[in-house]
């Protein structure tokens, strides 16, 4: 069996500017010994505190919770229930969870269609239904 790696991604904002930005971590301690004001030496704002999944989408990106990922519609990564998912609405809207892991190619440790196309908190919009054509 594969040890599972633990990682982090941190969303930070300079609260001066209200620019966004990812730091990533591999030890909590890291952020918890205020590593992030020396490397930055900004006031910055924790906004998130995004994991690892251990998985990477069909082009060898990782993906974290918080993340936005596509096929066919969008999708956000959530840690849910003891497990990563994704969540999002079916066409006729209604709520649905997936667990991530049902869509892994059985070969590597890639989701074979998806993509990740933003993240929660930089593209909420992504998740906002589109009208269709005509509607």
């Known amino acids: 069996m594969k040890q599972r790696t633990i990682k982090f991604r941190y969303r930070l904002r300079e609260i001066k500017t209200d620019k966004m930005f990812p730091i990533f971590v591999k030890d909590i301690s890291e952020i918890e010994e205020g590593i992030i004001k020396n490397i930055c030496?900004?006031?910055m704002e924790i906004l998130?505190?995004?994991?690892?999944?251990n998985?990477?989408?069909k082009n060898g990106v990782e993906i974290y919770s918080s993340d936005i990922i596509n096929r066919e519609q969008p999708y956000e990564v959530v840690?849910?229930?003891g497990g990563?998912?994704?969540h999002g609405?079916?066409?006729?809207g209604k709520e649905f969870w997936q667990p991530l892991d049902t869509w892994i190619d059985e070969n590597s440790d890639k989701l074979?269609?998806?993509?990740?196309?933003g993240n929660i908190y930089e593209n909420p919009e992504l998740l906002t239904p589109q009208p269709?054509?005509?509607e």
Do not use: V
């Open 41 to 43: 030496n900004r006031e």
């Open 48 to 53: 998130s505190r995004d994991q690892y999944t």
């Open 55 to 57: 998985l990477k989408d």
């Open 79 to 81: 840690f849910f229930r």
């Open 84 to 86: 990563f998912h994704t």
């Open 89 to 92: 609405f079916s066409k006729k």
């Open 112 to 117: 074979f269609k998806y993509e990740i196309i």
């Open 132 to 134: 269709k054509a005509g």
